[in-house]
């Protein structure tokens, strides 16, 4: 049977979502941290994306875990203690968890109701799994349940997640998990890889619209749970890869000059003036590898579709 909840709840989370959202609209280039995506339609929203023919990330590295399964898991090692961050839909998870049978799963991810959800399914599913989810914010120090045992310790960690995080968030976080996994410890990590940025424009501005609601979402979310009154319908979403950078860049760009009040505070948007929502970091198979490596980490695996759209990396502790 799956354990209750550790960790930070939702109304523990309430106020550093309110401080985040107040600093980052009081900034010269406004912004908003992309975990706050993620309430309950937030989560829905980003599932349907998944779904997208544009958005490749998803079906391919599902692909690549199918196809590499047993290579996988002879690489993380039968029974070990498995930490995923971002736990959303668990789809690529159910598969690792049929092969590993770890002695552990510990989902940890912000949305309280996305991780209930997972946990619900994966205790249905694997009615012998010792789960322990945690609700928190990978991106700030957690207190995380006891790893059972001496079991090998492997964080997963897809979706190309990492890309949300700066260079140098994603080296302090990579550095964190390091860490967390001991000196014989793992991880497997999925990474959106540089490609035409064609079809990286495609991926996050869909036809359907999708990712636009998506985008739109956060600021639904802050006038709900913070008392904000934002015109959604005065915002269009607007996404862009900037090569230099190595990024997607998305944005929500105001359609005309107003203001917007949040509880006690007011914020003016000039005509084409954006929210920064989110930026989405692209690696070369090089670049990432060396990124690890100065986190603490020896690339020691690597899993990539023929088209080289994205990668899966095996990184030890070194």
């Known amino acids: 049977m799956g354990r209750a909840p550790r960790g930070r709840g939702p109304l523990e989370l309430a106020p550093r979502f309110r401080q985040d959202v107040l600093e980052g609209l009081a900034r010269p280039q406004k912004a908003l941290p992309p975990k706050y995506f993620y309430d309950a339609a937030g989560s829905r929203l980003f ?61 940890v991810d912000i949305s309280a109701d996305a991780l209930h959800a997972a946990t619900a399914r994966l205790a249905r599913e694997f009615s012998w799994l010792d789960v322990r989810p945690v609700v928190g914010d990978f991106s700030r120090p957690i207190e995380l349940p006891a790893f059972p045992g001496r079991a090998r310790r492997v964080v997963y960690f897809p979706g190309s997640t990492i ?77 862009l890869y900037n090569p230099l950078a190595g990024r997607i860049e998305m944005h929500l760009v105001a359609r005309e000059a107003h203001a917007v009040n949040i509880g006690q505070h007011r914020f003016f948007f000039e005509r084409g003036e954006s929210i920064h929502t989110e930026n989405s970091y692209k690696y070369t198979v090089r670049e990432f590898a060396a990124l690890a490596e100065r986190a603490g980490f020896r690339a020691v695996k690597l899993w990539q579709d023929s088209r080289a759209l994205f990668s899966v990396h095996g990184l030890e502790a070194a």
């Open 163 to 239: 890309g949300n995080l700066t260079p140098d968030e994603a080296h302090a976080f990579l550095k964190m998990t390091r860490g967390q996994v001991g000196r014989q410890g793992a991880m497997v990590i999925g990474v959106d890889l540089k490609k035409d940025a064609n079809v990286l424009h495609a991926a996050y501005n869909d036809g359907k619209g999708v990712t636009a609601a998506f985008n739109l979402n956060v600021l639904a979310r802050i006038n709900s749970e913070l008392g904000g009154d934002f015109d959604l319908r005065k915002f269009a979403h607007y996404a």
């Open 47 to 107: 599932e349907r994306i998944c779904r997208l023919a544009e958005y490749y990330p998803t079906r391919v590295e599902l692909s690549i875990t199918r196809r590499h399964l047993a290579d996988m898991a002879r690489f993380a090692g039968k029974g070990c203690a498995l930490l995923e961050y971002g736990s959303g839909e668990s789809l690529k998870t159910r598969l690792l968890i049929r092969a590993l049978r770890p002695s552990a799963y510990i989902p």
